[in-house]
């Protein structure tokens, strides 16, 4: 059983800096892919960036694509996203997700969350 625990998240200013981390348990973190998603108050989850077994696909949703990064570094079972130039509208619970696949096909969603990290863009 693969468990994701989040970390990172806080309050900042607009126009500011945040990196999120997710730790993830087990031997084989190394094939899956991952992801990071969020829901903002009264709003469904949506998707914001995924990136495949290797770190050599990634994806982004348009709004936070040239102001968010999502990385993997296999040897510490950890995936980031480093998010810039914060916007009160990326205030949201921010989650880490995972697939037995090594890259990640939309249809077919993620099998493993986390338990969310609260960000919160101040304007």
């Known amino acids: 059983q693969v468990q994701l625990v989040e970390s990172g998240g806080g309050l900042v200013q607009a126009g500011g800096s945040l990196r999120l981390s997710c730790a993830a348990s087990g031997r084989t973190f190394s094939s899956r892919a991952m992801g990071w998603f969020r829901q903002a108050p009264e709003k469904e989850r949506e998707f914001v960036a995924a990136?495949?077994?290797?770190?050599?696909?990634?994806y982004y949703s348009d709004s936070v694509k040239g102001r968010f990064t999502i990385s993997r570094d296999n040897s510490k079972n950890t995936v980031y996203l480093q998010m810039n130039s914060l916007k009160p509208e990326d205030t949201a619970v921010y989650y880490c997700?995972?697939?037995?696949?090594?890259?990640?096909?939309?249809?077919?969603?993620?099998?493993?969350w986390g338990k969310g990290t609260l960000v919160t863009v101040s304007s």
């Open positions: 990136i495949n077994w290797s770190g050599g696909n990634t």
């Open positions: 997700a995972g697939t037995p696949r090594g890259d990640y096909v939309p249809a077919y969603g993620m099998d493993y």
